[in-house]
């Protein structure tokens, strides 16, 4: 069974930047298509950015031009720069990654951002 854990939240000011990570402990191409999710406080989860294997980006229009997604094969990672947050950007991230048996969540990572 594929795991995947989050790493790199926070608190952070509004303006700044964070890296999340996400790493899996599978055979470098046993994940395929991954994704950041986000649940804001009292909030559904929702879809942050998404990346297929072959690097191919999709992202919600809330984080257009602030997030960027990207993955390291070798390092079996999925990265979330985000920059030029806002209190709105506050919630649990979570990576998701296709295996062939099916989706698997990592436990989420805290992001706060407030002065």
């Known amino acids: 069974q594929v795991q995947l854990v989050e790493s790199g939240g926070g608190l952070v000011q509004p303006g700044g930047s964070l890296r999340l990570s996400c790493t899996h402990n599978?055979?470098?191409?046993?994940?395929?298509?991954m994704g950041w999710y986000r649940q804001p406080p009292g909030k559904e989860r929702e879809l942050v950015a998404t990346?297929?294997?072959?690097?191919?980006?999709n992202y919600a229009d809330f984080v257009k031009g602030r997030f960027t997604i990207s993955r390291d094969h070798a390092r079996k990672a999925l990265y979330l720069q985000m920059n030029n947050l806002t209190p709105e950007d506050t919630a649990v991230y979570y990576c998701?990654?296709?295996?062939?048996?099916?989706?698997?969540w990592g436990e989420g990572t805290q992001v706060t951002v407030s002065t």
């Open positions: 599978g055979s470098i191409y046993s994940v395929n298509a």
């Open positions: 990346i297929t294997s072959d690097g191919i980006t």
């Open positions: 998701k990654g296709a295996t062939p048996i099916g989706q698997v």
